[in-house]
């Protein structure tokens, strides 16, 4: 069973921005509804309704639509006109092939002083004697029935005859409501057989009885037969051929289901990556050894457009994704996926990508062993270095012991507590001596007192230097020099 739900109605508002509140027409057609609901609460301003098409069996919950002009419940299960009293607004209501055997339910229309057209095409009622003068009778402010203007002449006409045709009507209508009543004993019978059938067929199947498989003839034959079986038309056998399709198609969609795929493994578990071509596709791989590139021509559809298609190049693969299916394809060499370019042709619609191929390619090599630190390196020649690889890379390996380290802070010897100045001052005379055969124009002038306590450290600078490259050093002073290159 389908109920009119919320979100129904704002699919069929999308006119409206899809507001209720504020929604004056709204088409609920081919639903399969089998009730009126909601629609009073939630949509107050509404001026065109229109249900046909469905399951309805009984006009309800309308009364507070107060603005409604037209209401449509044209091939539905409707037997009774009743409950628009409250449709002050009604206008135009059409009920064409429904099931109205009460002919009298019309009078309930007369409240509706506003209808001007009423349709009741294909109903039962219709084939009563005096159907059409009993109707113009008793809705004087009709002017429209069945898609025939109603005359001036023609209604004085059945106004002279409505008690006579009233009782007419009466009686068929009788005779109509047993007839009916007769109709919904047999289907209920019927109901109550199918119910047992389908209830004896599972406890056949319970105690393990051997069941009888239908093969492909007997469902087209039991298919032909209810097709072919006259039957009265009811609103019991309306719902029956609507339960009878729903059936088959569920049936049918259940054959269509089909078990969800294993996803396709595009790159193994140990990184290699595989070749696939779900969408089909001619494709042509070249090498452009000229240009130093690789080239890849895809055959893609020609009207097919670019926007469902994705490109992704990575060094050592190519992968493309047109409507959803992916063409993936290993390259013989690395590239440079940021330089690649990718063209559409607008004659043939091929997808081209151009791909530079990488400078130097990265490949794996084993690592080689490194000799622990301190060891001292073997220079013995023997028969595993004659065997070595020449194209594994070979690291050398800088004897920290044999790296000359200048320590800064000896660079000024400390003299002891014990050593006295005469002592200091000999040792200067020995450096300052050691000095003279540097600086052969060096004259000791006696009367300048000789720098016991110096202790400075000067730098020397290039641009202070002598011709000859050399340097004045006063007694006992410590030079360092600094050389730029």
């Avoid at 119910?195 to 298919?223: I, M």
């Avoid at 940021?338 to 690592?367: C, F, W, Y």
Wanted: hydrophobic share 30%.
């Amino acid at each position: 069973m389908v109920y009119i739900t919320e979100d129904m109605v704002r699919r069929r508002a999308e006119h409206n921005e899809c507001e209720l509140f504020s929604l004056e027409e709204v088409s609920l057609h081919q639903q399969n509804i089998e009730r009126i609901e909601h629609l009073d609460r939630w949509c107050r301003d509404l001026r065109i309704l229109y249900l046909q098409n469905n399951l309805i069996s009984r006009i309800e919950n309308l009364c507070r639509l107060k603005k409604l002009e037209y209401l449509n419940l044209a091939l539905n299960n409707v037997e009774v006109i009743e409950n628009l009293e409250g449709c002050e607004s009604l206008q135009k209501l059409d009920l064409t092939v429904n099931f109205v055997g009460r002919l009298s339910s019309v009078e309930t229309l007369q409240h509706n002083i506003h209808l001007r057209e009423l349709f009741l095409v294909g109903n039962p009622c219709t084939q009563f004697d005096g159907y059409r003068s009993y109707v113009v009778s008793c809705l004087p402010q009709l002017k429209w029935l069945d898609g025939t203007a109603v005359s001036q002449s023609e209604r004085i006409r059945a106004s002279q005859g409505w008690e006579e045709v009233r009782k007419q009507v009466w009686e068929q209508e009788q005779e109509y409501l047993r007839k009916r009543a007769e109709e919904k004993e047999e289907a209920l019978r019927k109901q109550a057989g199918e119910e047992r059938g389908s209830e004896e067929e599972k406890e056949g199947l319970d105690s393990h009885s051997p069941a009888v498989n239908k093969n492909q003839e007997d469902q087209e034959q039991g298919e032909k037969d209810f097709w072919e079986t006259p039957c009265s038309f009811t609103p019991e056998s309306r719902l029956e051929v609507h339960r009878h399709l729903e059936e088959k198609r569920a049936a049918k969609d259940k054959k269509k289901e089909k078990k969800p795929k294993t996803p396709r493994t595009l790159i193994t578990a140990d990184g290699r990556v595989m070749n696939v071509n779900e969408p089909k596709l001619d494709f042509c791989l070249t090498e452009d050894d000229e240009k130093n590139r690789i080239i890849l021509d895809l055959a893609v559809y020609r009207h097919m457009d670019s926007s469902l298609m994705d490109v992704d190049v990575q060094p050592t693969y190519v992968r493309v994704i047109v409507k959803g299916k992916i063409f993936q394809v290993v390259l013989p060499a690395e590239v440079k996926p940021d330089s690649s370019t990718a063209q559409r042709s607008q004659t043939t619609g091929h997808l081209l990508l151009t791909m530079p191929r990488a400078e130097g390619e990265i490949k794996v090599r084993k690592a080689v062993p490194r000799p622990p630190r301190g060891s001292p390196p073997s220079r013995s020649s023997n028969s595993e270095d004659t065997k070595r690889n020449i194209n594994v890379p070979e690291r050398l390996e800088v004897d920290p012991s044999r790296r000359p380290v200048v320590d800064l802070t000896n660079i000024v010897p400390r003299q002891n507590a014990e050593e006295t100045p005469v002592k200091t001052s000999a040792t200067v005379q020995t450096r300052s001596s050691s000095h003279s055969s540097i600086s052969e124009g060096f004259v000791d002038d006696p009367e300048v007192p000789p720098l016991i306590a110096a202790r400075s450290l000067s730098l020397l600078r290039p641009e202070d230097a002598g011709p000859d490259r050399s340097w004045l050093i006063a007694p006992g002073e410590i030079s360092l020099v600094q050389t730029f290159l």
